[in-house]
């Protein structure tokens, strides 16, 4: 079961032990005491068009999203072998 966290809700970096590894296909965060905090793909839905915000969706959003972006969005992979 992946437990979800959003970055905001972890409230004092500097008096945590927290590892973060981004690899190509899932990024993962630990926090010593809670475990795995995030797990997700890597993976973000991006705009193409100026006036936007150029994310759209990060993770397992925008791995919902692939094959289903109309031209302006591109799911892509920031991290590449």
Do not use: C, F
């Not at 006036?51 to 289903?68: F, L, T």
């Amino acid at each position: 079961m992946t437990k979800h966290l959003s970055l905001g809700r972890v409230t004092d970096w500097t008096k945590q032990d927290i590892a973060i590894d981004m690899g190509t296909a899932s990024t993962i965060m630990y926090v010593r005491g809670r475990g795995i905090v995030v797990n997700e793909p890597s993976l973000v839905v991006m705009s193409d068009r100026k006036n936007q915000n150029p994310v759209h969706a990060v993770g397992e959003a925008a791995k919902q999203m692939i094959g289903r972006t109309p031209r302006a969005l591109k799911v892509i992979r920031p991290l590449q072998r």
